[in-house]
Structure formats: structure tokens, C-alpha cells
């Protein structure tokens, strides 16, 4: 079946644009998490959903960044007015029922860098 | 200091070897355990949990050890597939990756 997908793949950007990260999570999934994984570092957690509530964005860097999941499935990460720094891989994962269910999908990522 | 640390390497071993990878966790309140791997410019795979009685799939033998705090992962007969990098998780409601281990096995 169908596994988690991300769009773009990749994205270049010039310092101080806009930018949209779409995330499809594998069908029927609750919950849905965003991570980001910069050079030779592990995934770092951004925020999470359950369904269309955004439980938790304690991860996210600064209120540059913004998710939303409106009708419970694709999920957008937003990342306004973009600075070298938020160069990295930006990873997407679903996960069938709640957060405390372990087993997480991730999708390919969106490799995204800011000139 | 990170929650979860591991030794980033790389370890370089010959197939056949036997390697163990070690990583530690601060949170106490950690709830469950795991290890995943990544392969080069690819995502995340789950590779298996980890509980305090040990548990083993084939050649990957995982330990937790909660009083120390400390989560081990074995590979015996090492195989070329094997390399890539192995990412410590600890689950406290949601996932903390440690930075990674990267293994190369060479022929």
C-alpha cells in the first residue's frame, strides 16, 4: 500500500521567502508528526496531531514556523520569511492510533535549503 | 546536554564481525524504547523495540537496561546491507532521536 509522501523533495529557497511543505500521511492514520534533521543529526521533533488538533508544537524553532492539518489528513509545515539556519531535511511520520503507538512511517523527506 | 547520546562513530568492521552500538538517555520518564535505521539520504525505519528482558530478531540482539539508563543494540555476522546509520529513540509521548551510529561494513 501506499506509504507516507512529501512534496517537494526539494526546495531551494532565497533568505527571507516563503515556504509550503506538504506532508500526505498513510491513509486511516491518527496521528501525524513533523521532524526536522539537520546535517549528520538525528530527526528532532516539531509538532504533532491528533487528526486535525495540533496536540503539541513545543518543538517548533520559532514563530516563523507553522503547521496545520485542517481536515485531519494532509498536513502543511509553513515556514515564513526563511533563514539559512532552517536549511535541513524536514521529515513527515504517521502513525495509526495515538502518540503512545510506537511504530511511526515516516515519508521521504522534503530537503529544503535557504541561499 | 541531548537527551538521548550516542557515539556517532563511524564504526568500520569486516563482514562477519560482531558490533555493539551503546546510547544513553537523561529522561527518567522515558515510556519505551527502540531502535531505528536510516540509510544514507533516506528516512527512518523502525528496526526493532527494545525492553528491559532483552530481545533479539536474527543477528540484532537490543538491551535496556532502566536503573543506568543505558540501551544497547548488537549486530553479530555483520553484512554489507547492515551499513548505514542506527538512531536511538527514546518514546516519552513523542519520539527523541539520538544523533546517530554509523556503521560501515566493509568486504
Known amino acids: 500500500g501506499a506509504g507516507v509522501s512529501q512534496s517537494p523533495r526539494y526546495k531551494v529557497a532565497k533568505r527571507g521567502q516563503d515556504v509550503a511543505l506538504r506532508c500526505d500521511p498513510i491513509?486511516?492514520?491518527?496521528?501525524l508528526f513533523w521532524y526536522q534533521q539537520a546535517l549528520g543529526q538525528g530527526p528532532e521533533f516539531l509538532t504533532y496531531?491528533?487528526?486535525?488538533?495540533?496536540?503539541?508544537k513545543s518543538g517548533l524553532p520559532s514563530d516563523r514556523f507553522f503547521a496545520e492539518r485542517p481536515e485531519g489528513s494532509v498536513s502543511t509545515l509553513k515556514i515564513q520569511r526563511t533563514q539559512q539556519e532552517d536549511s535541513a531535511v524536514y521529515l513527515c511520520?504517521?502513525?495509526?492510533?495515538?502518540?503512545?503507538?510506537?511504530?511511526?512511517?515516516f515519508g521521504p523527506g522534503t530537503r529544503l535549503t535557504v541561499t | 546536554r541531548k537527551e538521548v547520546e550516542q557515539d556517532p562513530g563511524p564504526f568500520n568492521v569486516p563482514e562477519g564481525a560482531t558490533v555493539a552500538f551503546n546510547c544513553t538517555y537523561s529522561?527518567?520518564?522515558?515510556?519505551?524504547f527502540f531502535w531505528y535505521r536510516q540509510d544514507c539520504r533516506k528516512e527512518p525505519k523502525l528496526l526493532m523495540s527494545?525492553?528491559?528482558s532483552g530481545n533479539e530478531d536474527g543477528r540484532f540482539t537490543a538491551q535496556l537496561n532502566r536503573a543506568s539508563q543505558y540501551i544497547s543494540l548488537l549486530i553479530r555476522d555483520s553484512k554489507l546491507s547492515d551499513s548505514a546509520t542506527y538512531l536511538c529513540?527514546?518514546?516519552?509521548?513523542?519520539?527523541?532521536f539520538g544523533q546517530g551510529t554509523t556503521l560501515q561494513v566493509k568486504p
Open positions: 529522561n527518567s520518564a522515558s515510556q519505551s
Open positions: 511520520a504517521s502513525s495509526l492510533r495515538d502518540r503512545s503507538s510506537y511504530e511511526q512511517y
Open positions: 491513509s486511516g492514520h491518527v496521528s
Open positions: 496531531f491528533q487528526n486535525e488538533a495540533q496536540l503539541d
Open positions: 527494545v525492553y528491559s
Open positions: 529513540v527514546v518514546n516519552k509521548g513523542k519520539l527523541i
